[in-house]
T-cell receptor, first 114, second 105 residues
Framework: DAGVIQSPRHEVTEMGQEVTLRCKPI?????LFWYRQTMMRGLELLIY????????DSGMPEDRFSAKMPNASFSTLKIQPSEPRDSAVYFC????????????FGQGTRLTVV | KNEVEQSPQNLTAQEGEFITINCSYS?????LHWLQQHPGGGIVSLFM???GKKKHGRLIATINIQEKHSSLHITASHPRDSAVYIC????????FGTGTRLQVF
């Protein structure tokens, strides 16, 4: 398996634009997590899914953020409209409780909103 | 109070030194991860442990579930160990410490 794949790796967008981040988890993993990392707040959990169902979205900062997981192999995190304070690195991770609880992280998407 | 406390926040060492990073948490967990993040930004899971001790090369991780405490040790540290080390207890999701920035000269 190629690991957790995120795209794009870098995104620069203007304030007010819609941004969509994508994640392909490791095949067979039934948990998918979206995290955000900033200098000020470190790593924060935004939302996680179990078997494609959102379980906890309490970390989603506001209604401008939404996440979907239409199937077991794909998830999106959307920001609409984007703001400069959304600039951060967004990580996707997947894991499975059927095996060892090992979380595998994607390389992250560095988002800059200007 | 944060659910996860790491210490120290910053650590500078000379090559060859023995390094210890500590993590205390206040929540019930099923496991705990130690993560490494290099300056390039990628995050790698070093260990996942739920009891006792694990060793991988020069890295050793221990956990005491009763005391809600874990440590990461690096023996014979090397400049390539320079990174941020993050403690991440696993409840029904991963929660994160603030990280320890290690620089080895």
């Amino acid at each position: 398996d190629a690991g957790v794949i995120q795209s794009p790796r870098h995104e620069v967008t203007e304030m007010g634009q819609e941004v969509t981040l994508r994640c392909k988890p490791i095949s067979g993993h039934d948990y998918l997590f979206w995290y955000r990392q900033t200098m000020m707040r470190g790593l924060e959990l935004l939302i996680y899914f179990n078997n494609n169902v959102p379980i906890d979205d309490s970390g989603m900062p506001e209604d401008r953020f939404s996440a979907k997981m239409p199937n077991a192999s794909f998830s999106t995190l959307k920001i609409q409209p984007s703001e400069p304070r959304d600039s951060a690195v967004y990580f996707c991770a997947s894991s499975s409780l059927r095996g060892p609880i090992e979380a595998f992280f994607g390389q992250g998407t560095r988002l800059t909103v200007v | 109070k944060n659910e996860v406390e790491q210490s120290p926040q910053n650590l500078t060492a000379q090559e060859g030194e023995f390094i210890t990073i500590n993590c205390s948490y206040s929540v019930g967990i099923s496991a705990l991860h130690w993560l490494q993040q290099h300056p390039g930004g990628g995050i790698v899971s070093l260990f996942m442990l739920s009891s006792g001790k694990k060793k991988h090369g020069r890295l050793i991780a221990t956990i005491n579930i009763q005391e809600k405490h874990s440590s990461l040790h690096i023996t014979a540290s090397h400049p390539r160990d320079s990174a941020v080390y993050i403690c991440a207890p696993h409840t029904d999701k991963l929660i994160f410490g603030t990280g320890t920035r290690l620089q080895v000269f």
